[in-house]
Nanobody, 125 residues
Framework: VQLQASGGGSVQAGGSLKLSCAAS????????MGWFRQAPGKERELVAS????????SYADSVRGRFTISRTSALNTVYLLMNSLKPEDTAVYYC???????????????????WGQGTLVTVSS
């Protein structure tokens, strides 16, 4: 599956952004989807993940209550709505697809088979 992420940009603290990740090539509903981020000098970390049926979601503690992950099979797209952004949210954000995982919440990047190209989010104070 090919993943194309978009929606990044620069925003002031407290603002909002909505990231999109369009999937193509294979059946979208076969994949558990996740959003990761990587800040300079830091390891890539899982921000949120969503199950194949969209009924289950999981969030990192640092973003719970501020970020919302969703997906639509009609458009083969997964979204990440980010509210109340903080400077520490600054990172390159990646969408990823996993055919292996059965449940949301697994944090290992190695469990994801396919990756988008990344989109930069910059939050200024």
């Amino acid at each position: 599956v090919q993943l194309q992420a978009s929606g990044g940009g620069s925003v002031q603290a407290g603002g909002s952004l909505k990231l999109s990740c369009a999937a193509s090539g294979r059946t979208f509903s076969n994949y558990l989807m996740g959003w990761f981020r990587q800040a300079p000098g830091k390891e890539r970390e899982l921000v949120a993940s969503i199950g194949r049926s969209a009924s289950l979601t999981s969030y990192a503690d640092s973003v719970r209550g501020r970020f919302t992950i969703s997906r639509t099979s009609a458009l083969n797209t997964v979204y990440l709505l980010m509210n109340s952004l903080k400077p520490e949210d600054t990172a390159v954000y990646y969408c990823a697809a996993s055919s292996q995982l059965r449940f949301v919440g697994a944090t290992s990047a190695g469990a994801y088979d396919y990756w988008g190209q990344g989109t930069l989010v910059t939050v200024s104070s």
